[in-house]
């Protein structure tokens, strides 16, 4: 299935129809990114992914961050490795944290802190044409 949704500041909207869905949020900036996705794919405009700002897109149903630096793009499952509660970013500490037992991850995803034994899971993703896709 493929669809496009226009997004405002710190808005989510989910894309309609399917496991797929898909959902994105941007903390920074006033633009309006639109993406599309199918049941295993997210695929998001690079003009909608400004070098350095965190997007996060839900995609089937689990948030996953979403960064394009000068180097390429990467993606971060942002569900806690212990028991799977949404970590948040710190601009300020530069550090993943995790409301529910303070488990705490550095920039690159790894523990430096609290009961997680493993790193936040980096997901699938490349840049392809004029897109970011994210997923298999
Ligand atoms: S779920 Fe994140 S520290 Fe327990």
Redesign the pocket.
Known sequence: MKGGVSIERRAVLRVLGGAGGAALAMGLGACSPSLSSDARKVRIPISDLPVGVRVRVVYAGHPVEVLRTAEGVTARSLL??????E?RWSQGTETYN??????VYGAGGVVVA???SHALRSEPVRIQGDAVVLGG
């Not at 806690?80 to 509660?85: K, L, N, Y």
């Open positions: 806690c490795t212990h028991m799977g509660c970590v995790c409301p529910c037992h303070g488990g609290g009961p997680p």
